[in-house]
């Protein structure tokens, strides 16, 4: 989160779910989830006792481990698409060794992809000035149909996919993935933590089992009046002026939208009708019923 939005959100003391407790007593649904990092809930129970009985081990230090494969085998049952998996310390190194290696401009290309004025291209452009650029498609749970899988199949979404993992933090390691046709060969990479290994496979475990049973979830009650929808994202079709006006008047209704309307908004995947229902209301008479 950041920017002057960032100001205006309370100090939050705990988190349970997809609910936000600020120190004010406040309460909040979030449709934001750490930018999707949260996508599986704030306190996800699995997760959580992966981190304590592999802390109570003592196996921190960044050694040798079998995390490695096993990552790589979950990724690619995940996304049958992916190729090869590099694992990286954080997003920054990552990103700065594709572009070292295609000796390019990285444009990262995130999803949902019908959100955003993105054309189909070759996998290495040019920008205005003529600087070469390298595509690298940005993942996210539930965000590609059937036809934009084949695109990826066919190449058409560039060499380098970068799934994001939800894990409620930003410091698990981050998957670069090489695509059909992709040609990359990076530095020898760091150690990866034993922890943070388990961490991400039962990550990777959780989020697997929630799309193999998200037939239940009820996206369908968010097809409302100004509201673009991919699976549980949701997209809100107004200027950043008006997006500013909203974002504050949920926030003080107990609903935290993402801090910029380039962020898709996330349904939470657990809620009642109570929680959303100031956003619903504020969204119908924007835009009324049709």
């Not at 988190?15 to 930018?35: E, H, K, M, W």
């Not at 410091?171 to 290994?197: D, K």
């Not at 079709?237 to 107990?254: A, I, P, V, W």
Request: aromatic share 10%; net charge positive; with cysteine.
């Amino acid at each position: 989160m950041n920017g002057d939005k960032k100001k205006t959100i309370p100090c939050i003391r705990s988190a349970r779910g997809y609910r936000l407790y600020g120190q004010d007593g406040q309460r909040y649904i979030d449709f934001y989830q750490n930018d999707g990092y949260a996508m599986n809930g704030h306190r996800p129970a699995e997760v959580l006792q992966a981190l304590k009985s592999s802390a109570a081990r003592g196996v921190w230090a960044e050694y040798p481990s079998r995390w490695q494969g096993k990552i790589e085998s979950l990724l690619t049952r995940l996304l049958p698409f992916v190729g090869k998996v590099y694992l990286y310390p954080n997003m920054e190194m990552a990103l700065s060794d594709v572009a070292d290696f295609f000796h390019a401009r990285v444009d990262v290309e995130d999803t949902p992809l019908g959100f955003y004025d993105q054309e189909e291209g070759r996998t290495e452009t040019a920008d205005e000035a003529g600087n070469k650029k390298v595509r690298v498609l940005r993942w996210r749970p539930f965000s590609l149909d059937e036809k934009q899988e084949k695109e990826v199949l066919a190449g058409k979404r560039g060499q380098l996919c970068i799934p994001l993992i939800p894990f409620p933090g930003k410091f698990l390691p981050v998957p670069v993935c090489s695509l059909p046709g992709g040609a990359f060969s990076p530095r020898e990479l760091p150690e990866i933590s034993p922890v943070l290994g388990r961490l991400m496979i039962k990550s990777i475990l959780q989020t697997m089992k929630r799309i193999e049973g998200c037939a239940s979830e009820n996206w369908d009650d968010f097809d409302l009046p100004g509201v673009e929808r991919v699976g549980p994202y949701i997209r809100i079709r107004t200027d950043q002026k008006g997006y500013n006006e909203l974002f504050s008047h949920m926030l003080g209704e107990g609903v935290l939208l993402p801090p910029s309307r380039h962020i898709p908004a996330i349904i939470p995947g657990e809620y009642n009708e109570g929680d959303v229902l100031p956003l619903k209301r504020a969204l119908r008479r924007l835009y009324g019923n049709s």
